[in-house]
């Protein structure tokens, strides 16, 4: 098969089953990861050029497995349309999007954010850099024009890629609420709290137990994630407990914590250039 300049291979050091195999649940997640990043720096890129249509960017932004084979593991993706574009344009466009693509892989190895990567594309680096520890230990990364970068998996800076809004603290935080799974694989639990608020639980420690509660009440006690106006965002490497709060004693709807530290999250992306509460009252009038 005939590789695209732009096409890449992950090759994947250290997994723990044989080569030239790899879990469904690992392949979804970085595939996925992949392709919500690829399509988030093709809106942007496309977004810079006039004329550019969403049928057009998404004709580029689109990749695609193109083998598993032997030697550690290695992953094929094809980018982009599977013939030579006939557009000399949707080419160029192509181009621009892929450097971009290309920076944001050597940003994960060197812990360097570009400048220009806004907060989405940043969000999307985070979920690839989550998924691929769970699939192996190092990670190689080859373009077919030549260029590679190699890293430790595990050793992913998360620091650079994080929201500017959003600050891991040292302060220990308990809530409690009913429990449910966002992605078992990489450790990915939410809980639901009397007063409304979903707060994801990013990284839990005790896995197996946390399994065991879905669906019920529990308590979480980590580090608070809080934004730029204190307002609880998610806990990190949280122990999760059964509830012992028996239920007549459980609020009925008041709300638990200061209500400037549990504003609740939207099911929406904020959107850039808006306040929180501009974002929400945007989404809310055009969803009436």
């Known amino acids: 098969m005939t590789m695209d ?23 979804a997640d970085i595939c996925r990861a992949l392709q919500d990043l690829n399509t988030k720096i093709s809106r942007l890129v496309a977004g810079q050029r006039a004329g550019r249509t969403g049928e057009a960017t998404a004709r580029v932004a689109r990749l695609r497995i193109t083998s598993i084979v032997v030697g550690s593991t290695k992953l094929g993706v094809g980018y982009g349309e599977t013939n030579a574009l006939p557009d000399p344009e949707l080419s160029t ?28 594309v940043a969000r999307s680096t985070l979920e690839l850099g989550d998924a691929l520890p769970h699939a192996a230990k190092r990670v190689e990364v080859r373009r077919a024009d030549h260029r590679h970068v190699r890293f430790e998996a595990k050793f992913f800076v998360r620091e650079p890629w994080q929201a500017s809004d959003e600050t891991v603290t040292e302060e220990t935080v308990t ?28 990284d839990v420690q005790n896995q197996d137990t946390a399994a065991r509660l879905i669906a019920g009440r529990a308590t979480a006690t980590g580090l ?31 709300q638990r914590l200061r209500p400037e530290f549990t504003r609740q999250r939207p ?22």
Do not use: C
């Not at 621009?96 to 806004?118: L, Q």
């Not at 122990?239 to 007549?248: D, E, G, H, K």
């Open 224 to 254: 608070a994630v809080r934004g730029r106006r204190g307002e609880l965002k998610a806990l990190t490497a949280p122990i999760v407990s059964p509830s012992t709060v028996p239920a007549l004693w459980r609020p009925s709807g008041q």
């Open 93 to 120: 466009l192509e181009d621009a999007i892929s450097e971009k693509f290309w920076e944001i892989i050597a940003g994960m190895t060197t812990g360097v954010r570009p400048d220009w990567a806004p907060e989405g």
């Open 175 to 202: 809530v409690e609420g009913e429990l449910t799974a966002v992605d078992l694989d990489s450790h990915r639990f939410r809980i639901r709290d009397d007063a409304g608020n979903a707060i994801p639980l990013m």
């Open 5 to 27: 300049a732009h096409d890449l291979t992950f090759r994947l050091i250290g997994t723990q089953l044989p080569p030239g195999q790899l879990g469904l649940a690992d392949v």
């Open 267 to 288: 099911d929406w992306e904020p959107i850039e250039g808006l306040t929180d509460e501009e974002s929400d009252r945007f989404m809310a009038a055009i969803s009436e």
